[in-house]
């Protein structure tokens, strides 16, 4: 469908109630969604050679400010349309990206400081994770696991930087339990102190300050969240959240909140008793869901919070 300029100034009160109810406007953002950008970044020196280095991003921009008029009045003067927001995007792109927050940063600041009845927004983007096939200078396989997550939150001068990532799972195949929970008539599950443990991690941590190094740090939460799921005996997967979180704000002064949100991706002991065989933690029913789902924020004590940061963030407490 194309837009047409026509004068429709006439129907203002066309199919609206005679006697409306008294409201207000009380929130509103808006912008564009799903700007896929991917940026190649070619080392200079070596011409038609050169070693490629590729960023891939989906990006969100979302204005907040005095858009009242749009709203109640159909006055769009100060509605910057969402077609600018995603144009502003690829421009930017075109100068760098950096990492996902610097570039979030980047554009909310642009808008904040472009118009003056911008009072703030919020920015996001997803992040594809490519690597190198066999250190090729420019063919790439998809590595994630995970998607790498960021999110700037700018309300006038405070800007809010939330991190994280999601879809890397992972699995311990001893050193996990579930034992001492309620029994009631509906209860079945037997208790164990040898389990597989099994989730897919998705985690978003709020910085305290913009001057962080954001790969950096990425990597070293990546590394502690991986290596305390790793050691030690898990009481749950609650037990399990709490310590990745602890290791977390504690090896980061930067980071002064975490939250998790976790399936537990139950593995379920076979019986193979019909057939006469015996089951010692051998073979499991891997069941898809039903699902526990698991989820915890953990803050540094006595930080600020900044709940409006994380107004919008779906899927997380
Ligand atoms: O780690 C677990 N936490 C639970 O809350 C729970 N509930 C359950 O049935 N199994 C488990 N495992």
């Known amino acids: 469908m194309t837009d047409t300029v026509t004068d429709r100034t006439d129907s203002g009160t066309a199919g609206r109630p005679a006697a409306a109810a008294e ?9 564009k969604a799903g700007n896929h950008v991917v940026r190649i970044t070619r080392d200079a020196d070596r011409g038609a050679g050169a070693r490629h ?12 400010g005095d858009f009242e008029a749009a709203h109640t009045e159909g006055d769009n003067a100060h509605v910057v349309a969402t077609d600018t927001q995603k144009n502003t995007v690829f421009a930017f792109a075109r100068e760098g990206i950096d990492t996902p927050e610097q570039f979030l940063l980047r554009l909310g600041r642009h808008f904040t400081e472009s118009f003056g009845w911008v009072t703030g927004g919020r920015w996001a983007a ?3 994770l490519w ?3 066999n250190d090729h200078d420019h063919a790439f396989y998809k590595a994630g696991p995970e998607t790498r997550t960021a ?3 700018k309300d006038g001068d405070t800007e809010t ?18 034992v001492g929970y309620p029994r009631d008539r509906y209860t079945t599950l037997a208790e164990t102190t040898d389990r597989i443990l099994a989730t897919d991690l998705a985690t978003r941590w709020r910085y305290n300050t913009t001057e962080v190094d954001y790969d950096a740090t990425y990597a070293a939460v990546r590394e502690t969240i991986l290596a305390t799921f790793a050691a030690g005996y898990s009481k749950a997967l609650q037990h399990t959240l709490f310590q990745m979180a602890e290791s977390v704000i504690t090896a980061n002064p930067t980071i002064d909140e975490i939250k998790f949100s976790c399936p537990n991706n139950h593995h379920f002991l076979s019986d193979l008793s019909f057939c006469g065989l015996d089951n010692p933690n051998v073979v499991y029913h891997a069941a898809d869901r039903p699902y526990g789902l698991i989820e915890a924020t953990i803050a540094r004590k006595g930080a600020p919070s ?3 940061a ?5 899927g997380f407490c």
């Open 131 to 133: 690597a190198r096939i």
């Open 161 to 178: 930087v939330i991190a994280g990532f999601h879809g890397l799972t992972v699995l311990k195949s001893t050193e996990s339990g579930f």
């Open 53 to 64: 280095r590729i960023e891939d991003l989906v990006v969100t921009s979302q204005l907040r």
């Open 310 to 314: 994380w107004v919008g963030i779906a």
């Open 306 to 308: 900044a709940e409006a």
């Open 126 to 128: 997803e992040q594809t």
């Open 23 to 31: 409201v207000e406007l009380t929130a509103n953002q808006y912008g």
């Open 151 to 153: 999110v700037v939150v």
